[in-house]
């Protein structure tokens, strides 16, 4: 059996399937956590990767490997190759105040939309290196080359700087549309072009990795890219679904056979890893709204669940706006989150229980209708579709039925499937059997997100 190896490097931790390359069927698996943090030095992301390498078995018998990894985040490296100081992470807000700046010099939102696609805000790579160059000026001074996280992997694994279309979208100074940096972008923003990753095509080969394997030869590196096209990859998603992500961000995505450019700046028009596009919205606060209820209530995750179940459609009146981490879209660097309708009834641990599931539901909604898109499927994936609460309060949420791919970790399994076709050769990436799905429905509550859209407007 030919085995390939795909690896989610995200911002809780990394993840590593081992498939057969055939059918794709999981033969093994590991993960090792990642620091906290919106910044990290780039050393303990290859520490995790090592250590979940070894907890899914190494490499035996794997013949190509490929990382996915978070989106945008800012890694300097020196003349010699050295990270310059700890990565900005694609959640680290204090570039907001750049982004801002960066937006009025090019002329405007419409002016960035036309160049690369997207709009920047803080989490992406160009606003981090305007940061760099007003703030550290001997860092941006020491930087001779920048990268991605999932490039700096595959860098450290191969040899090779490289990137591929998906990553390379989120940086602000590549252009989707005409698939070329913007280096008159980074030379603006950052007052100099360092050395950037060659952009790969979905089939190239991104180097290999020497590594002993009772005599067989290196392991091929397929180009890897950003952990949200490569989960488009690993759910099969096509034109026509709109993926819905519940992990550490939140985000609603659908793969496009042309660019995008939203000049209100909800959508970042991204490119996929195929040779398609992957127009995305994405916020900062997702599953660790969850986890922060179920710190506050001293309960686990399942737990917490239940108990938002237990309590009525609508929390009595009780609404969470759940911006903990500032927000992304909409675009509130510094906002906090709320509770709304506090009252003698609301105050239990059911309605508060409640409040988070649909808070952060209702977000995810804002985002989901910010594609402007009606798709025959939506597909919930992501750490956060494993609640049952989750799973069964989406549909009367999204006011549509929602499809649960079998739970799995369908950026590592998107990274996989491109180490196959990069084995297979081939126009498209190979068939790959799927797991089953589950498709959940209820009736939909638009009274309850007419509630949540008051209190997030402050009305
Ligand atoms: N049973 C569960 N119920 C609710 N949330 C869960 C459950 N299992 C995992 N999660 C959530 O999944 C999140 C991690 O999701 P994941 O997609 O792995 O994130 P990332 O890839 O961004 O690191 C955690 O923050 C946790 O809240
Ligand atoms: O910034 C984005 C997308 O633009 C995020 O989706 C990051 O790519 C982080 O992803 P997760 O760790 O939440 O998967």
Same mark, same amino acid.
């Given at each position: 059996?030919?085995?390939?190896?795909?690896?989610?490097?995200?911002?809780?931790?990394?993840?590593?399937?081992?498939?057969?390359?055939?059918?794709?069927?999981?033969?093994?698996?590991?993960?090792?956590?990642?620091?906290?943090?919106?910044?990290?030095?780039?050393?303990?992301?290859?520490?995790?990767?090592?250590?979940?390498?070894?907890?899914?078995?190494?490499?035996?018998?794997?013949?190509?490997?490929?990382?996915?990894?978070?989106?945008?985040?800012?890694?300097?490296?020196?003349?010699?190759?050295?990270?310059?100081?700890?990565?900005?992470?694609?959640?680290?807000?204090?570039?907001?105040?750049?982004?801002?700046?960066?937006?009025?010099?090019?002329?405007?939102?419409?002016?960035?939309?036309?160049?690369?696609?997207?709009?920047?805000?803080?989490?992406?790579?160009?606003?981090?290196?305007?940061?760099?160059?007003?703030?550290?000026?001997?860092?941006?001074?020491?930087?001779?080359?920048?990268?991605?996280?999932?490039?700096?992997?595959?860098?450290?694994? %191969?040899?090779?700087?490289?990137?591929?279309?998906?990553?390379?979208?989120?940086?602000?100074?590549?252009?989707?549309?005409?698939?070329?940096?913007?280096?008159?972008?980074?030379?603006?923003?950052?007052?100099?072009?360092?050395?950037?990753?060659?952009?790969?095509?979905?089939?190239?080969?991104?180097?290999?990795?020497?590594?002993?394997?009772?005599?067989?030869?290196?392991?091929?590196?397929?180009?890897?890219?950003?952990?949200?096209?490569?989960?488009?990859?690993?759910?099969?998603?096509?034109?026509?679904?709109?993926?819905?992500?519940?992990?550490?961000?939140?985000?609603?995505?659908?793969?496009?056979?042309?660019?995008?450019?939203?000049?209100?700046?909800?959508?970042?028009?991204?490119?996929?890893?195929?040779?398609?596009?992957?127009?995305?919205?994405?916020?900062?606060?997702?599953?660790?709204?969850?986890?922060?209820?179920?710190?506050?209530?001293?309960?686990?995750?399942?737990?917490? %669940?239940?108990?938002?179940?237990?309590?009525?459609?609508?929390?009595?009146?009780?609404?969470?706006?759940?911006?903990?981490?500032?927000?992304?879209?909409?675009?509130?660097?510094?906002?906090?989150?709320?509770?709304?309708?506090?009252?003698?009834?609301?105050?239990?641990?059911?309605?508060?229980?409640?409040?988070?599931?649909?808070?952060?539901?209702?977000?995810?909604?804002?985002?989901?209708?910010?594609?402007?898109?009606?798709?025959?499927?939506?597909?919930?994936?992501?750490?956060?579709?494993?609640?049952?609460?989750?799973?069964?309060?989406?549909?009367?949420?999204?006011?549509?039925?929602?499809?649960?791919?079998?739970?799995?970790?369908?950026?590592?399994?998107?990274?996989?499937?491109?180490?196959?076709?990069?084995?297979?050769?081939?126009?498209?990436?190979?068939?790959?059997?799927?797991?089953?799905?589950?498709?959940?429905?209820?009736?939909?509550?638009?009274?309850?997100?007419?509630?949540?859209?008051?209190?997030?407007?402050?009305?």
């Amino acid at each position: 059996m030919t085995l390939v190896a795909g690896v989610d490097s995200s911002t809780q931790s990394c993840k590593v399937v081992i498939r057969d390359a055939e059918t794709g069927a999981l033969v093994r698996q590991g993960r090792a956590a990642h620091p906290d943090g919106t910044e990290v030095d780039p050393a303990a992301w290859w520490t995790a990767l090592q250590e979940a390498l070894a907890r899914a078995g190494g490499l035996d018998g794997v013949e190509a490997m490929s990382v996915g990894a978070q989106q945008h985040g800012m890694v300097c490296l020196d003349e010699s190759g050295a990270v310059v100081r700890d990565a900005l992470l694609w959640n680290d807000t204090r570039s907001a105040g750049a982004a801002r700046d960066l937006v009025e010099e090019l002329g405007g939102p419409l002016r960035w939309a036309e160049a690369v696609g997207s709009v920047p805000v803080a989490s992406f790579t160009v606003t981090k290196l305007r940061w760099l160059a007003e703030h550290e000026p001997g860092n941006a001074r020491r930087t001779a080359r920048v990268c991605l996280p999932h490039d700096w992997l595959t860098w450290r694994l %191969g040899g090779e700087f490289v990137t591929d279309r998906g990553d390379a979208s989120g940086t602000g100074y590549w252009s989707p549309a005409t698939g070329s940096y913007r280096t008159d972008i980074l030379k603006a923003a950052f007052g100099a072009v360092p050395g950037l990753p060659r952009v790969l095509g979905p089939r190239d080969q991104a180097g290999e990795l020497d590594v002993p394997r009772g005599g067989r030869g290196p392991v091929r590196l397929a180009p890897g890219t950003g952990d949200n096209m490569a989960a488009a990859l690993g759910v099969g998603a096509v034109p026509g679904d709109v993926v819905v992500s519940l992990g550490t961000s939140g985000t609603a995505f659908a793969v496009a056979d042309v660019p995008s450019a939203d000049p209100s700046g909800a959508v970042a028009g991204f490119a996929d890893a195929t040779e398609r596009f992957l127009p995305l919205v994405c916020t900062l606060n997702a599953t660790r709204v969850l986890d922060a209820a179920a710190r506050l209530l001293g309960v686990d995750l399942d737990r917490l %669940g239940r108990l938002a179940l237990e309590a009525p459609a609508g929390a009595g009146g009780l609404v969470c706006v759940p911006y903990l981490e500032g927000e992304r879209t909409p675009n509130l660097p510094d906002a906090t989150g709320s509770l709304h309708g506090l009252t003698l009834g609301t105050s239990t641990p059911a309605h508060l229980a409640r409040a988070a599931v649909e808070g952060l539901l209702c977000h995810m909604a804002d985002a989901f209708d910010a594609l402007g898109l009606d798709p025959a499927r939506v597909l919930l994936i992501g750490g956060g579709a494993r609640s049952e609460a989750v799973r069964r309060i989406a549909p009367a949420i999204f006011g549509r039925p929602v499809v649960v791919p079998e739970p799995g970790e369908y950026v590592a399994d998107g990274a996989a499937r491109q180490a196959a076709w990069l084995l297979g050769g081939g126009a498209e990436p190979p068939v790959w059997e799927r797991g089953g799905t589950e498709r959940f429905e209820a009736d939909a509550t638009p009274d309850v997100r007419a509630r949540y859209a008051e209190a997030r407007d402050g009305r």
